[in-house]
């Protein structure tokens, strides 16, 4: 699939096309994790092999005045973050609330409003990795976003005590959510509880497990590409405020 780069709503987006029929395909956003960039996604869209069209956000927050490649939605301590992977501590983020998060939100959902008006009319996946998957979640719950699919890769969740009563919304949204037992970074075991309460709440949760760390395998990729398959003929419901 060809690669290029197109800037919406203030963003640089990592853009790949389906070479087939634009006009009736999926569009796939994929927000990358902290210190990392569009380009460490976008290859996984250029392998996938969907009829889709594959966005890839670069995160608002440059890291290098900060001494770290990449990019970020929000900054964490990074310190606290080591030391507690050093300890091997069950790395749990839901009843943490970070300072950035609703800046991260609010320049998401005018990412997602451009995105809507620029394709209409297309079912819309919306997720990403690690702090991708974070906010993504964040969004799709506390603005009221209902995308066809809501794709959580190695995520989490944060403000657990916020989330909680809105977890209704996610009833009926199919959500793809992955996970390594050996995560150290974030916690394998939030992760299970996530998956239990979209689950309980009536979100249509696919879990997809696996024996490794923060990272996406090649199996996970094989089921996600067959998730977006199954659910791209669904449109997105209306939300009130597009």
Known sequence: MPLRTINLAGFDLRVVDDPGDPANV???LLLHG???????????????GLPA?????????????????????????VAARDAAIARDDDRDLSGESPAG??????????????VLR?????????????????????MVLRANRRPAGLVLLSGGRVNGATLAPLLSRARGVPVFQSHGRQDRQLSF???????????????????WPFDG??????PVL??????????????NPVAPDL
Not at 59 to 73: E, K
Not at 101 to 114: H, K
Not at 118 to 138: E, N, T, V
């Open 26 to 28: 999926p569009i796939v």
């Open 34 to 48: 902290f210190s990392m960039s569009a380009d460490d996604l976008a290859p996984f869209g250029a392998s996938m």
């Open 53 to 77: 069209v594959f966005l890839f956000p670069e995160g608002p927050i440059d890291l290098a005045p900060v001494g770290l490649p990449g990019r970020a939605w929000w900054l964490i301590d």
């Open 101 to 114: 998060l609703d800046a991260a939100r609010g320049r998401l959902v005018e990412l997602v409003t451009s």
């Open 118 to 138: 620029a394709w209409p009319h297309r079912p819309l996946f919306i997720g990403g990795f690690s702090q991708g998957a974070i906010l993504s979640l964040d």
């Open 189 to 207: 075991s939030a992760a299970l509880a996530l998956r239990d309460d979209l689950a309980t709440a009536g979100a249509d949760v696919a879990w």
């Open 213 to 218: 760390g923060h990272e996406i395998p090649l």
């Open 222 to 235: 094989r089921e996600l590409k067959k998730f977006i398959r199954l659910h791209a003929g669904r449109t």
